[in-house]
C-alpha cells in the first residue's frame, strides 16, 4: 500500500520554526521526486518546494525562497522540509505527494503528482 504520512506541523509564533517530514512507503522511493504543496481556507493548493531523486536538486516557489529549505534522506525513505522565519501567510495544510518525473519536472503542477498524504497543519500566529 502507497503511503506517504506528513507530520511536524502545529502553532507557531511569527518568526519561528518547523520541521516537517514525509514518511514514504509501499513504492520504490528512488523512482520519485517529493514535493511539498500546501493549501491555506479559501484558496487554491500550491507548490511549495521540490526535490529531485535523481540529484536532489531543490526547487522553490517564490514566496519561501531563502527562509525553506527542503532535504532528502533516502535511508529513511523520507523528505524534510525546514521551515524557518515563519509568517502568518505560510498557514496552511502542507502535503507531500509524489511525482514519477524524478528530475522534479512535473513541479509544481499538482496534476503530475501520482501519491498523496493527508496533509499536516501548520499555523502561524502573528
Known amino acids: 500500500e502507497v503511503q506517504l504520512v506528513e507530520s511536524g506541523g502545529g502553532l507557531v509564533q511569527a518568526g519561528g520554526s518547523l520541521r516537517l517530514s514525509c514518511a514514504a512507503s509501499?513504492?520504490?522511493?528512488?523512482?520519485?521526486?517529493i514535493g511539498w504543496f500546501r493549501q491555506a481556507p479559501g484558496k487554491e493548493r500550491e507548490g511549495v518546494s521540490c526535490?529531485?531523486?535523481?540529484?536532489?536538486?531543490?526547487y522553490y516557489t517564490d514566496s519561501v525562497k531563502g527562509r525553506f529549505t527542503i532535504s532528502s534522506d533516502n535511508a529513511k525513505n523520507t523528505v524534510y522540509l525546514q521551515m524557518n522565519s515563519l509568517k502568518p501567510e505560510d498557514t496552511a495544510v502542507y502535503y507531500c505527494?509524489?511525482?514519477?518525473?524524478?528530475?522534479?519536472?512535473?513541479?509544481?503542477?499538482?496534476?503530475?503528482?501520482?501519491?498523496w498524504g493527508q496533509g499536516t497543519q501548520v499555523t502561524v500566529s502573528s
Open positions: 509501499g513504492f520504490t522511493f528512488d523512482d520519485y521526486a
Open positions: 526535490i529531485s531523486s535523481r540529484d536532489s536538486r531543490p
Open positions: 505527494a509524489a511525482d514519477p518525473l524524478i528530475d522534479g519536472l512535473g513541479w509544481p503542477t499538482l496534476a503530475a503528482y501520482d501519491y
